[in-house]
């Protein structure tokens, strides 16, 4: 995951390298280095976006704060308007975290088609914000369907900025924790001092993120090699978490800090690498996104 030229031009930046070597698979990941490089939206990628409701958005606040935000709109709210340019046709309302967030910045975006098990990641920098988001593509480029449990969602046009805040405070709540250890999916949102802010997503059988009121933690699944989020916790813990209730029609986004424990004494029992990362969070604001208007749950493997 990089921002700068001469970033994009190397590959991987030396958080990811280090945890490649540590993992053992960094032979597997050089073969994939081309995938960091330069990227552009054309062709499928570009078809996949407009069909596609919804994208997590990882960018900081006014104040510097990293947050992971939902994006909903009708399918064409994505728009590859070129090849190096991304158009998001939604604005963030005043009750999300990043509402009014800072141009000139580097952003992530995974813009997810739940029931076909698409995703794309984008990695860029935000250029505008009238009239929606204007992200200049650095990276673009897909992800396997692992671990994307399918959901039908029906986006009830696009959102406005009446999206109702319901909690807002550095410590969560009873049903907050309830929420999160029922939820298969949640979208992570990391940085990286010289390569910019990612955004990935994470899935798993419902429960496989365990919280308590002070903290959380999930198990690391097998993936691509390249550990893009890893990489990025291993030089900087800063992170921003996102949960969707889409029944209930609920966004839940942490920002905290995370770090990785390599040796998780459950290893093995649920599938995993052995490898969980703990998460505390440090602020947590609930919202109620009235855009979905319908979510039913498609079952699905991991």
Same mark, same amino acid.
């Given at each position: =995951? ?16 280090? #945890?490649?070597?540590? +993992? ?8 994939? +280095? ?7 939206? %054309?062709?499928? =990628? ?63 975006? #995974?813009? =997810?088609?739940?029931?076909? %098990? ?5 990695? &860029? %920098? ?5 009239? &929606? ?21 029906? !986006? ?7 999206? !109702?805040?319901?909690? *807002? ?30 955004? *990935? ?24 090699? =390249? ?21 209930? &029609? ?5 920002? &905290? ?9 459950? +290893?093995?029992?649920?599938? *995993?690498?052995? %490898?969980?990362?703990?998460? #505390?969070?440090?602020? !947590? ?18």
């Amino acid at each position: =995951m990089t921002i700068a030229s001469e970033s994009a031009a190397e590959g991987f930046h030396s958080g990811e390298l280090a #945890v490649q070597r540590q +993992a053992g698979v960094a032979a597997e990941a050089a073969r994939l +280095a081309p995938m960091v490089a330069r990227g552009q939206l %054309r062709g499928g =990628m570009a078809a996949s976006l407009s069909e596609m409701t919804f994208a997590a958005l990882a960018a900081r606040d006014t104040t510097g704060r990293l947050w992971t935000s939902p994006l909903l709109g009708p399918p064409g709210f994505l728009q590859a308007a070129s090849p190096t340019t991304l158009q998001i046709h939604a604005s963030l309302p005043g009750a999300d975290a990043l509402h009014g967030l800072p141009c000139g910045q580097p952003v992530g975006v #995974v813009a =997810m088609n739940f029931l076909t %098990r698409r995703r794309v990641r984008i990695n &860029g %920098r935000l250029t505008s914000t009238e009239a &929606g988001l204007t992200v200049d593509i650095d990276q673009a480029y897909g992800n396997c369907p692992q671990y994307i449990h399918q959901w039908r969602i029906q !986006v009830d046009g696009p959102p406005g900025d009446n999206r !109702v805040r319901l909690y *807002s405070g550095k410590t969560l709540r009873p049903e907050d924790i309830r929420l999160i250890n029922a939820a298969d999916t949640f979208f992570l949102g990391t940085t990286h001092a010289t390569s910019g802010n990612d955004a *990935s997503h994470r899935g798993g059988a419902p429960g496989f993120v365990r919280a308590a009121p002070g903290h959380l933690w999930w198990p690391d699944y097998p993936g691509n090699n =390249m550990f893009n989020s890893l990489g990025n916790l291993s030089a900087d813990p800063t992170a921003a978490l996102l949960f969707l209730d889409f029944r209930a &029609g609920i966004a839940l986004q942490l920002s &905290g800090e995370a770090e990785v424990n390599w040796s998780d004494p459950a +290893a093995g029992e649920d599938g *995993s690498t052995g %490898r969980r990362v703990r998460f #505390v969070p440090q602020r !947590v604001i609930s919202t109620a996104p009235p855009a979905l208007g319908e979510a039913d749950h498609v079952p699905s493997r991991r």
